[in-house]
């Protein structure tokens, strides 16, 4: 369920990025920053425990950073 969640968080993303470029960093951070906060609560558990419970969290960050990303840079190769 979290997986179709953190797809359509890209999508909307990457076409807000590409539609608004400037106003798609402020849900773009407030995203990252929500993930931030899901890996570090499972990185607080002991041991390699802990970087498995923070892992998809820190893949879903990379994720919506590539996806806000992508939309800016396409948007910026457009002809007009």
């Known amino acids: 369920?979290?997986?179709?969640?953190i797809v359509a968080v890209c999508v909307v993303l990457a076409?807000?990025?590409?539609?608004v470029p400037r106003l798609s960093r402020h849900p773009e951070r407030g995203t990252q920053r929500t993930?931030?906060?899901g890996s570090r609560a499972g990185?607080?558990?002991?041991g390699i425990l802990g970087r498995?419970?923070?892992k998809p969290?820190?893949?879903s960050s990379n994720a919506v950073s590539r996806s806000g990303s992508a939309?800016?840079?396409t948007r910026g190769r457009m002809p007009f």
């Not at 369920?1 to 969640?5: E, I, K, R, S, Y």
């Open 15 to 19: 076409v807000l990025a590409f539609l």
């Open 71 to 73: 939309g800016r840079r």
């Open 43 to 46: 990185g607080k558990a002991p």
């Open 52 to 54: 498995i419970l923070s």
């Open 1 to 5: 369920m979290m997986v179709v969640g």
């Open 35 to 37: 993930l931030g906060a």
């Open 57 to 59: 969290f820190r893949s």
